[in-house]
């Protein structure tokens, strides 16, 4: 198994914006991730993670986003937690823009109350980890960027400090992988593969068969 542990990295990295598109900013102190029934007071927030150095199809075995917070006042997470759906996710200066990004479909709510201060994790992500590099795009070394998106449900409050504020404390990202899969390792394995039924390595008088 490997373990992969990224942060952010830069100030174009992260960002928040209110849900009815208003507000953008990737220069703030602190990513606002606010609940609210009225759009106009729900904030969303991004982080984007480069060099994401698992492989197409290798299998994720564990991931949680963590994120900094600097007071028990906003420490109520409940958002939903999806992955920006494209391959190689571009910077929040490149494309300024949180709430109109394309989300990947099931997202993990990440939903409690009183979590505390300092890094705090998620609820376990590896199912919108491994979705995404499961993608036919998906390559080693490719960016990722994490997208929090709160339901409008609640008015609970969430405040994480970016990488303007203090390098850091930015957000992490904890990846732990087992390396196989893969289009290429797929193919040798499935019917008529190396390794697979029919394969020279699985028919009877094959190599291993």
Request: net charge negative; charged share 15%.
């Amino acid at each position: 198994m490997a373990v992969l542990d990224l942060q952010v990295g830069a100030g174009a990295d992260d960002a928040e914006e209110k849900d009815d598109g208003f507000n953008f900013s990737s220069i703030e102190t602190l990513v606002v991730l606010h609940d609210n029934s009225n759009a106009a007071s729900r904030f969303n927030g991004g982080f984007r993670f480069l060099n994401v150095t698992v492989a197409n199809a290798n299998t994720i075995d564990l991931a949680y986003l963590s994120l900094n917070l600097d007071t028990t006042f906003f420490d109520d997470p409940n958002f939903n937690i999806h992955t920006e759906n494209v391959d190689n996710a571009v910077s929040f200066v490149t494309t300024a823009d949180v709430t109109s990004r394309a989300r990947a479909a099931s997202p993990v709510l990440w939903s409690a109350l009183g979590v505390g201060t300092g890094f705090v994790n998620s609820p376990e992500i590896k199912t919108i980890i491994q979705a995404r590099v499961n993608a036919a795009g998906w390559v080693s070394g490719n960016a990722l960027v994490i997208l929090c998106i709160p339901p409008g449900t609640t008015s609970q409050q969430f405040r994480a400090y970016t990488y303007d504020n203090d390098t850091t404390k930015a957000a992490k990202l904890h990846i732990e992988y087992t390396a196989g899969g893969g289009r290429i390792m797929g193919a040798l394995a499935g019917p008529g593969g190396l390794a697979g039924p029919g394969g020279l390595a699985g028919r009877r008088g094959g190599i291993a068969g």
